[in-house]
């Protein structure tokens, strides 16, 4: 079983940035797409980012394109989230995800962390 854990949340104001990180073990990482997603408070889970295997394809929601960055270091097992000019709408529980095979924008996912919370006041 691969084991992940996510890091970095905390308190921010509006315009602000934080970077988030997910320690993966268990596993082999680089075997492993990888993404980030969020649930707010009432809402769905959903998309954040997404990068392949090697980190040589990112993909983005629309609501986060031009102000998030997903990354991998595959030496040393870890997923990162650079979040640069947070709003109130990117407060949520931020979790990542690592997935067999190709990397998707869907839920279907084969290993989830427990998540990180992210609260950007206004």
């Known amino acids: 079983q691969v084991q992940l854990v996510e890091s970095g949340g905390g308190l921010v104001q509006a315009g602000g940035s934080l970077r988030l990180s997910c320690a993966a073990s268990?596993?082999?990482?680089?075997?492993?797409?990888m993404g980030w997603f969020r649930q707010a408070p009432g809402k769905e889970r959903e998309f954040v980012a997404a990068i392949s295997k090697s980190g040589g394809g990112t993909y983005y929601a629309d609501s986060v394109k031009g102000r998030f960055t997903i990354s991998r270091d595959n030496a040393q097992n870890t997923l990162y989230l650079q979040m640069n000019s947070l709003t109130p709408e990117d407060t949520a529980v931020y979790y990542c995800?690592?997935?067999?095979?190709?990397?998707?924008?869907?839920?279907?996912?084969?290993?989830w962390g427990q998540g990180t919370q992210v609260t950007v006041s206004s």
């Open positions: 268990g596993g082999i990482f680089s075997s492993y797409g």
């Open positions: 995800a690592a997935r067999k095979f190709r990397v998707t924008i869907d839920n279907s996912y084969d290993y």
